[in-house]
């Protein structure tokens, strides 16, 4: 005749195996939400620059002008227009398709100087479509950004769609500055900003 030890098991305390499912739950959920969130970048990159405009230009807040440049208006401006003589102090913050910033003003200390006319295709227009005080968010087309050869030492990646968010804070006369056609303010440079590595420039 054989004997069983029972081995003492302590009682699961009320409640603690909801929150034991609950936690197991919401890791489950976190490793979901970071799956989709990984998949969706990998296919905004993967998704072709002339796809994603189509799609975009047919939300309501967004308006696309006749060179392909879309923008979408998220604080109007009060004070004068800028014009592509002028020198602008901006905060911005560039992304690729995918979300990730490649350059910000931030990065740089804070608002940059730049000239409007030096700037890529797509910075140039749009620039001259906002008044001081606005905030604007651009995509700008390949062909309206660094087109095929990229910039930045494959920061951004040949024929990328660029993603900026302009915050334009002041416009000064270029000769105000005696700039003469450059000045970097917080830029430093970097051959994914605005300004460095534009083609034909």
């Known amino acids: 005749m054989s004997t069983v030890t029972a081995v003492p098991l302590r009682p699961i305390a009320k409640g603690s195996l909801t929150k034991l499912w609950v936690g197991i739950g919401l890791l489950a959920a976190a490793g979901v939400g970071l799956a989709w969130h990984t998949t969706a970048a990998q296919v905004a990159m993967a998704t072709p620059p002339a796809e994603f405009l189509?799609?975009?230009?047919?939300?309501?807040?967004?308006?696309?002008?006749?060179?392909?440049?879309?923008?979408?208006?998220i604080r109007e401006g009060s004070g004068p227009r800028a014009t592509a003589q002028d020198v602008v102090l901006v905060d911005y913050d560039g992304k690729l398709a995918n979300g990730q910033t490649f350059d910000a003003?931030?990065?740089?200390?804070?608002?940059?100087?730049?000239?409007?006319?030096?700037?890529i295709p797509g910075w140039v227009e749009g620039l001259q479509l906002m008044n001081?005080?606005?905030?604007?968010?651009?995509?700008?087309?390949?062909?309206?950004?660094?087109?095929?050869?990229?910039?930045?030492?494959?920061?951004?990646?040949?024929?990328?769609l660029l993603v900026f968010d302009v915050d334009l804070q002041a416009i000064m006369p270029r000769n105000a500055m005696g700039m003469?056609?450059?000045?970097?303010?917080?830029m430093g440079g970097m051959g994914g900003s605005p300004h460095g590595g534009m083609p034909g420039q």
């Open 54 to 73: 189509a799609r975009n230009a047919k939300r309501s807040d967004v308006k696309t002008t006749p060179s392909g440049l879309q923008y979408q208006v």
């Open 180 to 186: 003469g056609g450059m000045g970097m303010g917080g």
């Open 132 to 160: 001081q005080g606005a905030k604007y968010r651009f995509w700008i087309p390949p062909e309206l950004g660094y087109g095929p050869q990229g910039a930045g030492d494959g920061v951004i990646p040949p024929n990328a």
């Open 105 to 119: 003003s931030a990065r740089h200390g804070g608002p940059a100087t730049l000239p409007v006319g030096g700037l």
